[in-house]
C-alpha cells in the first residue's frame, strides 16, 4: 500500500521560508507524478503544484507561482516543496498525492486516490 508522509512544517513570520518534505513508501517513486495540495479550514483541498515522474515538469498554480519550488529525490523516495516569501495567506495544512501525470503535464492538479495523509500544518504570522 501506498504511504505518503508530509513533514516540515512549522510556525514561521511572514516573509519566512519552510521545505515541506513528502517521503513516499510502498511504491517505487519513479512510476509517480506526485503533487502538493493545501487546506484551509472549512475550505476545499486545492491542489498548488505538481511534479511529473521524471521530473521534467514542474506547475505552479497562481496563488504560489514565483515562491514555491518542487523538487524530487528518487533515491530517497521524497518529494520536496520549497517556499519562500510566506504569507498569513498561505497557513493552511499541507498534504501531497500521487497525481495523474498527463493531467500535471497539462498543469492541472489532481490526486489518484482518496487517500490523504495527516499533512503538516504551516502557519504564517503577521
Known amino acids: 500500500q501506498v504511504q505518503l508522509v508530509e513533514s516540515g512544517g512549522g510556525l514561521v513570520q511572514a516573509g519566512g521560508s519552510l521545505r515541506l518534505s513528502c517521503e513516499v513508501a510502498?511504491?517505487?517513486?519513479?512510476?509517480?507524478?506526485i503533487g502538493w495540495f493545501r487546506q484551509v479550514s472549512g475550505k476545499e483541498r486545492e491542489g498548488i503544484s505538481c511534479?511529473?515522474?521524471?521530473?521534467?515538469?514542474?506547475y505552479y498554480q497562481e496563488s504560489v507561482n514565483g515562491r514555491a519550488t518542487i523538487s524530487r529525490d528518487n533515491a530517497k523516495n521524497t518529494v520536496y516543496l520549497q517556499l519562500i516569501s510566506l504569507k498569513p495567506e498561505d497557513t493552511a495544512v499541507y498534504f501531497c498525492?500521487?497525481?495523474?501525470?498527463?493531467?500535471?503535464?497539462?498543469?492541472?492538479?489532481?490526486?489518484?486516490?482518496?487517500?490523504w495523509g495527516q499533512g503538516t500544518q504551516v502557519t504564517v504570522s503577521s
Open positions: 498525492a500521487t497525481v495523474w501525470l498527463q493531467l500535471c503535464q497539462a498543469n492541472v492538479i489532481r490526486n489518484t486516490h482518496e487517500q
Open positions: 510502498g511504491t517505487n517513486l519513479n512510476y509517480h507524478a
Open positions: 511534479i511529473s515522474s521524471s521530473g521534467d515538469h514542474t
